[in-house]
């Protein structure tokens, strides 16, 4: 199958912590040209042209408390489970560090977000670069790493890894002095021996032979300056690559596409793979409740009914479509807050949902916490998503639900009505089905919007009994414009009955 450029990743947006000296973005990956530098121009800071691969999956680990957000996504990519488990392994990592350094806080609340893109993919190689962004109170930092995957071989390597032993100083160099010229350099002269390798943890080759270099904040530049990104001239850059790198920028040169996992003995044709560390179980069917009285997508009198909205956060995931199978059991209709990122990655689940009745809204593109962003980086959280569920459904959407309930007026201001809860199950805390309806009934009344997380086993094996006892005691499910009507731009609902 052909590789699909991912359009929603491809949408303007301002960088990082942009300063005044933000260099003048240029095109997208790949365009780039031998000498000229430039800062990425994708959303929030990580770079543009990110690509869709047939059969690639997303785990994700998510900490939704608001007093230390943690929102993990990374790929699981088809017949590359050194990759995948490579990039788990750098993941956790992250985590483990993170939460070791810092404490929960509600107020100026430290957060790690880890998102990541297919860099480049062909007949020979997979790039995925991860993109992470660390917070603590007012200030951040991002930093991108790029981990190859032989297709063939199924070997991991890292950017480095494209240098030729004792060129590194070199390399690093030349991507120093190329991003002095974009921003004032904070040290005098370019890092060398060890420190050297932190300017080369972002190298992706050009089809042209040019290599380009994506920096850490900090790496060169002040942290106000930004991402900074540089692109060498393949005559500079081939004598200093190793024989993998070679290999690399010959791959890329090619131009032959991405054609698919390398076929294994056993199952190659077999669904995307789930999160190892979380397979779903095979279940029994859910237990039939008695229908609903909510007709799909019609209009339902919640002034005369006892209407309950439940929602579903961070998806879609591995456990969405079962999720659907469950609801349809019980002709039970609910709202779906979804992940632009995951949306691409899973566009038939979303289209799914949408022809069954649910209704699908925005919950940004990546998780972060939308306070600690420019208003034109809150903008592109949320068109980008909006753009990729219309692409996705064909239906638009101008709700949405802010990651970590985090917002502030600038959010308020786009055009999206804020959809809030009033009964939490922290579901994405306990993993454990009997709790997550527990909570749910132990709060649940009249007008209720019921927060829960399709990204975990436990809670899509809770719905059948949720909705079953929900309904037993009287309450007709309904999807959040049911339960509002015409939701209005820039208000926040946190039930039928409490909006401001
Ligand atoms: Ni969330």
Redesign the pocket.
């Known amino acids: 199958m052909p590789l699909v450029v991912g359009t929603a990743l491809l949408a303007p947006a301002a960088c990082t912590s942009a300063g005044s000296s933000t260099p003048t973005p240029t095109g997208p990956t790949g365009s780039t040209t031998p000498g000229v530098s430039a800062e990425p121009t994708g959303r929030s800071g990580i770079p543009e042209g990110g690509l869709t691969i047939p059969g690639l999956d997303i785990a994700q680990s998510?900490n939704?408390d608001p007093a230390l957000p943690i929102?993990i996504s990374r790929p699981i990519v088809p017949g590359q489970a050194a990759l995948t488990d490579a990039i788990k392994a750098w993941a956790d990592a992250q985590e483990q560090a993170f939460r070791q350094n810092y404490l929960p806080s509600p107020e100026g609340a430290p957060e790690l977000n880890i998102t990541w893109q297919v860099a480049m993919a062909n007949a020979s190689l997979i790039g995925v670069r991860v993109h992470e962004r660390e917070f603590a109170g007012a200030s951040g930092q991002s930093s991108n790493h790029v981990f190859y995957g032989d297709v063939t071989t199924g070997a991991v390597h890292q950017a480095v890894d494209l240098v030729a032993a004792g060129q590194a100083d070199r390399l690093a160099g030349l991507v120093w002095a190329a991003a002095a010229k974009l921003a004032d350099p904070v040290e005098p002269a370019a890092p060398t021996g060890p420190d050297a390798a932190r300017l080369l943890t972002d190298l992706v080759p050009a089809p042209d032979g040019t290599l380009t270099a994506y920096l850490d904040q900090g790496a060169v530049a002040a942290y106000s300056a930004g991402n900074l990104t540089v692109t060498l001239p393949a005559a500079q850059v081939t004598p200093l690559l190793s024989d993998f790198g070679r290999a690399v920028q010959s791959a890329v040169a090619s131009g032959v596409p991405y054609a698919g996992p390398a076929p294994v003995p056993a199952a190659p044709s077999a669904p995307p793979a789930q999160p190892t560390e979380a397979a779903p179980p095979v279940q029994p069917p859910p237990v039939q409740p008695p229908p609903v009285q909510a007709p799909p997508g019609q209009a339902v009198d919640c002034s005369t009914l006892k209407c309950v909205a439940l929602t579903f956060?961070?998806g879609p995931g591995a456990y969405t479509g079962k999720l659907l199978d469950s609801l349809a059991a019980s002709g039970t209709k609910v709202t779906f807050?979804v992940?632009g990122q995951n949306v691409t990655v899973r566009p038939d689940i979303v289209a799914r949902a949408t022809a069954a009745g649910h209704v699908v809204a925005n919950?940004t593109w990546d998780?972060r916490d939308l306070k600690k962003l420019t208003a034109s980086q809150q903008a592109s959280e949320v068109s980008t998503t909006s753009d990729a569920i219309r692409t996705a459904t064909g239906v638009p959407t101008t709700l949405m639900?802010p990651?970590?309930g985090s917002f502030n007026d600038s959010v308020r201001g786009l055009g999206q009505a804020i959809i809030m809860w009033d009964v939490d199950t922290l579901d994405w805390k306990y993993r454990d089905s009997a709790e997550v309806t527990r909570r749910a009934l132990a709060d649940v009344k009249r007008g209720s919007i019921i927060l829960m997380?399709d990204i975990h086993a436990t809670t899509v094996d809770a719905v059948p009994a949720l909705v079953s006892a929900l309904m037993q005691r009287g309450y007709t499910l309904v999807t959040i414009p049911q339960l509002l009507g015409s939701a209005k731009a820039g208000t926040v609902y946190y039930s039928a009955t409490r909006a401001n």
């Open positions: 998510v939704n929102s956060d961070d807050f992940l919950h998780h639900r990651p970590y997380h």
